[in-house]
């Protein structure tokens, strides 16, 4: 028997939970399914089997809209925590269950809202655009949401004469302050995936694959991102690779977006971008918490589940729905 740990959110206690071996997980996550009337929504960077499992499969724009649009009983969110309270904030009378609730971010982590309320209060003119990737805390103190999709076009969407404020992740804010020309103040969060990719050994690959194009996430640093022939969002470089005429690609994000991209194409060479140590760590390990184990779990036990404050949902939604607005 495979013992498995499910963690009670609402008490906090640990709970054993035994699976047997030989029960067909795919099979009975499906049966789950029916008996709930829930959605399976799963980010590209879940392991394979829950991508193929998942009833939708995208990026974290695409997610929230699904989210929004959707009319089953119960979301199940396979994706990292920051993505299942958005679903909540935007579904607060629905289940939203998350498969291991210690699937967090660190661009989230690194942002606590009563530091960035400090933060916001130095620049009291200031519109706050904070990135997708944060808490419900933060999105309660933010003027508008945006993701790497559509990040360029909520900037562009601030009056001219208005400061801004960018958080959390310092190296899209970078990225955004070259494409826009706008002046912003940055948080100094980032993401442990995308900066963890050498540049050198970027640059080590591209030699040994001339006719390779190197294609980055914007949360990526700047010197990997001035050797991008690309940089856009997950579904912006999955739509990029289909299109494009090249053959071979070393791809900086995180390399679970592969199975689309090869899905996509045929005949077309994906290689991972290495990371500094010779570690997996270009995968991420929040992602990676979520198990086709813990999947069935959450369903079965319908926990644990997203449980949020009314106050602070109320507020955050109003950021969220800015961003969905500007976004159809
Ligand atoms: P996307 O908006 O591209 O899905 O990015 C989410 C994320 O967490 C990237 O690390
Ligand atoms: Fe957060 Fe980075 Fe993981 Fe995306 S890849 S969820 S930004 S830690």
């Known amino acids: 028997m495979l013992q498995t740990e499910v963690i009670n959110n609402e008490q906090d206690i640990e709970e054993l939970e035994y699976i047997d071996p030989t029960l067909d997980l795919e099979f009975e996550i499906l049966e789950l399914k029916k008996k709930l009337n829930a959605v399976i929504l799963a980010h590209y960077y879940q392991e394979n089997e829950i991508q193929d499992i998942a009833d939708y499969v995208g990026d974290s724009l695409q997610l929230a809209q699904q989210a929004e649009g959707t009319d089953a009983g119960v979301i199940v969110f396979a994706g990292v925590h920051f993505m299942a309270e958005t679903a909540k904030i935007l579904n607060p009378n629905k289940l939203v269950v998350l498969p291991d609730l210690e699937a967090g971010c660190s661009l989230a ?109 914007p949360e990526c640093e700047e010197a990997v991102l001035n050797k991008a022939d690309f940089i856009g969002s997950t579904s912006q470089l999955i739509k990029f690779v289909q299109e494009d005429n090249s053959n071979e690609f070393i791809v900086a994000t995180e390399p679970g977006v592969i199975k689309k991209m090869s899905e996509n194409t045929s005949g077309k060479l994906f290689i991972p971008a290495p990371p500094e140590s010779n570690c997996s760590c270009n995968e991420c390990p929040y992602m990676r918490l979520n198990t086709m184990e813990k999947l069935y779990l959450c369903m079965k036990n319908k926990r644990p589940e997203i449980i949020l404050d009314k106050g602070l949902t109320e507020k955050a939604l109003v950021p969220i729905k800015r961003m969905l607005e500007i976004s159809k």
Request: charged share 25%; aromatic share 6%.
């Open 109 to 217: 982590e690194g942002c606590p809202p009563h530091l960035l309320k400090k933060f916001k209060g130095r620049y009291p003119d200031h519109v706050l655009i904070s990135y997708i990737n944060c808490s419900a805390g933060v999105k309660a103190l933010s003027d508008i949401i945006c993701t790497s999709s559509n990040a360029e076009k909520v900037v562009n969407s601030v009056p001219e004469n208005k400061g801004i404020i960018f958080a959390p992740d310092k190296n899209l804010g970078k990225y955004l302050i070259k494409k826009t020309g706008r002046d912003m103040i940055l948080w100094q969060g980032s993401c442990i995936v995308h900066e963890t990719f050498s540049e050198k050994k970027i640059a080590k690959l591209a030699l040994e694959h001339p006719n390779a194009k190197i294609i980055a996430h």
